[in-house]
């Protein structure tokens, strides 16, 4: 998926996208709690790196999580911005914040970050150099040994068991409300504008853009999730 068509469904979605989604919140809440723990160990006035920050839901839990934690969020839909934003406002973790509207690469540079997300992100850039660098860029923001944890679809989509779980994947959509005409649009954008690569091949990724080997600790249906640590500078 092209970043022109990226920004315009976004914002498409931008306004009812948490209501769309709230019957599968369980999803993201099972990842939250664990995350939780994952970063308890970092320092009390950590600094949060969110790319792809969507409507901000991982920055209002991290907030109320760790109240002298601050937050940079990263996301290219101007409409999800702005629903992140109000958010933040509206919730009174606003001043700890400051919001990007566009890419990593174009975020100006305020300092190393002890910790970063990137939630169901990397999955749509289709170039397998691209998305390496994606990582790298994450990376150069870290401190050395921050943590950095993602999710993303994963399967490998040539084998029967794919086939067999995105039905299972998709019936769970149903389920929840989703239109039937949405999950045909969903099918067939798996097939077209997602990368859906092995959980191994993320791995694999993630760890040539400066990381060390990421170590996954979760999944739910194709959602996988994995976490790892920037190396060092002299590694």
Known sequence: MDRQQLESTFNQQAATYDQQWAKLAAFRDGMHLLLA???STLPNNAR????GAGTGAEIHYFADKFPDWTFVAVEPSP???SAATERASANGYIERCSFHTGYLETLPDSGSFDCATS???SQFILDE???TAFFAHIAARLKPGGLLACSDLAADVTTAAYTDLLAVWLRTMAASDVASERLQQMREAYARDVAILPAKSIQELIASAGFTQPLQ????GLIHAFYCRRLAIDA
């Open 48 to 51: 949060m790196l969110c790319v």
């Open 217 to 220: 600790f979760y999944q739910a």
């Open 37 to 39: 723990s994952l970063f």
């Open 79 to 81: 409409g999800m911005v």
């Open 129 to 131: 150099a691209e998305r």
């Open 119 to 121: 939630l169901l992100v």
